[in-house]
């Protein structure tokens, strides 16, 4: 079971092998794949054109825009959903003291500097591993302290890039 916030409205949907229910009713409905985030929708006999505008798994929070309507859907799925009724839902969100590189690579590009405030979701910098770019964001609300490494650095796994 998954709990879905869409635009302030919340939905319990679940799937069986019938497809999936949603607030226990079957919700039947086709979807075609256009492209990478594009698709064609077809429900109670209405077409739809659906867009991925932007997606970040690690805090499931989607934004959708369906024949030009933006949607923003946050999930829950049910270990969500069981610490939030714990009162746990928050232990994560403690105060971060820095950034780790998250593997070996190299620093290509630096997004902020000594003093900037960041929001949660803001860039800090670009990290290049295995020739792939890595955009570091930030975990919460800080004021960067110190930047430890500067554009062109190579840097280790577990190695501190910045200080909060």
């Known amino acids: ?9 919340t939905f319990e949907i679940s799937s069986d092998e019938n497809g999936h229910i949603v607030n226990g009713s079957l919700f039947q409905w ?5 492209s990478d985030g ?13 867009e991925v505008v932007s997606m970040d798994r690690a805090t499931k929070k989607f ?7 933006k949607y923003s859907v946050d999930l829950k799925n049910k270990f969500d959903l069981l610490l939030e009724k714990m009162g746990m839902n928050n232990v994560a969100a403690g105060k971060i003291n820095n950034v780790k590189a998250p593997m070996p690579g190299l620093i ?3 997004k902020v500097k000594v003093g900037d405030v960041v929001k949660s979701g803001d860039h800090l910098l670009i990290l290049e591993a295995m020739k792939m770019e890595n955009i570091l964001k930030s975990q919460g609300d800080a004021t960067i302290k110190t930047v430890k490494v500067k554009k062109g650095d190579t840097v280790e796994k577990g190695q501190v890039l910045m200080e909060f």
């Not at 086709?30 to 256009?34: S, T």
């Not at 934004?63 to 309507?69: A, D, E, H, P, V």
């Open 1 to 9: 079971m998954v709990q879905a916030t869409v635009n302030g409205k």
């Open 38 to 50: 594009y698709f064609h929708l077809l429900y109670k006999k209405k077409s739809y054109t659906a």
């Open 63 to 69: 934004t959708f825009k369906i024949n030009g309507s």
């Open 108 to 110: 290509i590009d630096l």
């Open 30 to 34: 086709d979807k075609v794949r256009i």
